[in-house]
């Protein structure tokens, strides 16, 4: 087993899991070569390529069985191609067999298809199945809506959003609230559930609002 030592933008090729293609480069680069648990570690302007995502980093990692798991630190970005995702944060953990990432620290994600940006701690992608589950301090804005929440999940490939944990969603005057709350972000439709209240102003913008209760959501 050799130890490997680079420097000043080294560039790499490899052939990986599924004779996937992954290129890297960095300032330094310090790793182990030659058994099926390679190391290898970036530092200073690190940048990974696989067939579907590309990653800048601080410092990246490469580990496991064929350089499977990818970890990320300090100034993440990144982007899906496959999925057309774009995303930033402080920390990323990505599964090359299961497409998925793990996000963490001020995560910061865009749904270029569906104009979707998401904001929360930690939010994990399931690459295949097209879901976002986010907690800690969501917010997600879409069209007029801002919606809030303290986990969401979003399902790309559907449109839809199902948030709880406080969820509220604004839309230009109008506020709802729930228990739970559902957010198709195609047809616009909301769905509330449980301990419903809201406000809602008159389009002629008239002083008085209608206020949404419980008794309304038992009707």
């Known amino acids: 087993m050799r130890r490997l030592l680079a420097c000043a933008m080294c560039a790499f090729a490899l052939s990986a899991l599924c004779a996937e293609k992954i290129s890297f480069r960095a300032d330094s680069l310090k790793g182990t070569a030659g058994s099926k648990s390679d190391t290898t570690r970036l ?4 940048f990974v390529k696989t ?27 990144g982007k899906n191609t496959e999925s057309q995702m774009d995303f930033t944060c402080g920390k990323m953990r990505y599964d090359r067999q299961t497409k998925i990432a793990n996000l963490e620290n001020s995560v910061h ?15 994990e992608y399931n690459q295949t199945a097209e879901i976002a589950v986010m907690q800690i301090y969501v917010t997600l804005h879409q069209k007029d809506n801002v ?3 303290a986990y969401a999940v979003y399902r ?9 944990g406080n969820p509220q969603i604004v ?9 739970e709350i559902t957010l198709n972000l195609d047809t616009q439709e909301i769905t509330l559930d449980g301990r419903v209240r809201g406000t809602v102003t008159d389009s002629k913008k ?11 959501s038992d009707e």
């Open 43 to 46: 530092e200073g302007n690190a």
């Open 51 to 77: 067939e579907t995502m590309e990653i800048t980093a601080d410092v990246i990692e490469l580990s496991g069985d064929n350089f499977r798991y990818i970890v990320a630190e300090g100034a993440v970005t």
């Open 109 to 123: 994600l865009v749904d270029i298809v569906n104009e979707v940006t998401a904001d929360a701690q930690i939010i």
């Open 147 to 149: 919606c809030t929440s």
């Open 156 to 164: 790309k490939g559907d449109k839809m959003l199902d948030m709880s």
């Open 171 to 179: 839309q230009g005057d109008d506020t709802f609230r729930a228990q």
């Open 206 to 216: 008239e002083p008085a609002s209608a206020e949404l209760t419980d008794e309304a």
